[in-house]
């Protein structure tokens, strides 16, 4: 079992639909990142969070600490939302800390 | 100001040969993170410097692997004798904060294809 979980793995939505995308990790955590990665490679940190909810544009993201679980938002969905979006939790190692990466969630919107 | 930039973009080499990445961190950041992300997976951690301290170097997944940043500043991944298994993206982040404490900025990452 993966230290990150994510779901779904994929996301088909229309323009407009809110959507979810889950996070559930297993480690004691000092905080956890939603990120945003687009074809090509490039990464995006959208969130970092370590308690209750932060909220940019469209954007939305909560974590619960107790359950270990955090959800990103997006609402109103549009097309150049389509990228993959990835949660990765950092936590604490001898050398400082350490991201761990759940495997992404491909998320398409169609007109 | 500028981010983080890696180069090459593109890296295609023949099973065997030794290659070099190269990043750029953004100026004045203390920490330097490489990872490794294959087809389809999220990016896995390969090694962190503080400066132009590697204090972990856990994640690198064979001696054939090695990291520099002797300056504190531009960072080299060298891989030698490469193998097909180790086609993947190699990004490169940097932090302002010592041990990686907050935002890290991803560099574009190196695609490296080994035939």
């Known amino acids: 079992k993966n230290e990150v979980e994510q779901s779904p793995q994929n996301l088909t939505a229309q323009e407009g639909e809110f959507i979810t995308i889950n996070c559930s990790y297993s480690v004691g955590i000092s905080a956890l990142h939603w990120l945003q990665q687009h074809p090509g490679g490039g990464i995006v940190s959208l969130f970092m969070?370590?308690?209750g909810k932060k909220k940019h544009g469209r954007l939305i993201a909560t974590i619960n600490i107790q359950e270990k679980h955090s959800s990103l938002h997006i609402t109103a969905s549009h097309p150049r939302d389509s990228a993959v979006y990835i949660c990765a939790v950092r936590s604490w190692v001898a050398s400082g800390s350490r991201l761990t990466f759940g495997e992404g969630t491909q998320l398409t919107v169609n007109p | 100001g500028a981010g983080v930039s890696q180069s090459p973009r593109y890296k295609v080499a023949k099973r065997g040969q030794d290659v070099a990445l190269r990043c750029d961190p953004i100026s004045g950041h203390v920490s330097l993170f490489w990872y490794q992300q294959a087809l389809g997976q999220g990016p896995e951690f390969l090694t962190y410097?503080?400066?132009?301290?590697?204090?972990?170097k856990s994640g690198l997944p064979s001696d054939r692997f090695f990291a520099e940043r002797p300056e504190g500043s531009v960072s080299t991944l060298k891989i030698q004798r490469t193998q097909q298994e180790d086609s993947a993206v190699y990004l490169c982040?940097?932090?302002?904060?010592?041990?990686?404490?907050?935002?890290?900025?991803f560099g574009p990452g190196t695609r490296l294809l080994v035939l």
């Open positions: 969070l370590s308690s």
């Open positions: 410097f503080q400066n132009e301290a590697q204090l972990d």
């Open positions: 982040a940097s932090s302002l904060a010592p041990r990686g404490e907050e935002t890290q900025y």
